[in-house]
């Protein structure tokens, strides 16, 4: 699980850079109004998974029956982010495409995301033999890399919180940033 814990700790720090300079700094989704909606609202639920992830994995073992909900997240999250890869064509057309910097760094997310699976599958496996329940990690065996994914937990909640509220055209959710119509590309 240790191996896990750390890609998934990897997946947190590639997924903020990408999140901050690419989405935040360069493209200035939130800014786009109705055109970056549709890609904001994607980034949004996954993130709500990867908050999920995030805030469990470090923490609690999936016995049972919930290791196929703990799976079923796992899925989610894949199918967000294809539905991201096609969605962002469209939303991405006014800025020219898609970054090649970030396209990079979307392939090593998914190289990381993959490894992490590989990791975990025997794990939900091993998991999915025991009887049902939710089962708290030993506090002795935590660690500051636990500590680390529960702070990225609530980062990335805060992100969608943020990438939702800014999809629903709320007031003030393209700040920081300012485009004289926020409806337009």
């Known amino acids: 699980m240790t191996m896990v814990l750390w890609l998934l700790a990897l997946q947190g720090v590639v997924g903020a850079f990408d999140t901050f300079y690419f989405h935040e700094w360069r493209a200035r989704l939130p800014a786009r109004g109705s ?84 990791f975990l599958i025997p794990v939900l496996i091993e998991w999915w033999r025991q009887p049902t329940a939710l089962v708290a990690a030993p506090l002795g065996d935590l660690s500051p890399l636990h500590w680390s994914l529960l702070v990225m937990a609530f980062g990335v909640f805060l992100s969608a919180a943020r990438d939702l509220y800014a999809a629903l055209g709320l007031p003030y959710g393209w700040w920081p940033w300012r485009i004289a119509d926020h409806s337009a590309p």
């Open 35 to 118: 055109q970056s909606a549709p890609e904001l609202k994607l980034h949004a639920w996954r993130s709500f998974l990867y908050a999920v992830i995030f805030g469990t994995l470090p923490w609690v073992a999936w016995h049972g029956a919930w290791a196929i909900a703990l799976a079923a997240v796992l899925l989610a999250e894949i199918a967000f982010t294809m539905a991201d890869f096609v969605v962002e064509i469209g939303v991405r057309k006014p800025l020219g495409d898609v970054y090649g910097g970030e396209r990079i760094t979307h392939a090593v997310m998914g190289i990381v995301y993959g490894a992490m699976l590989a």
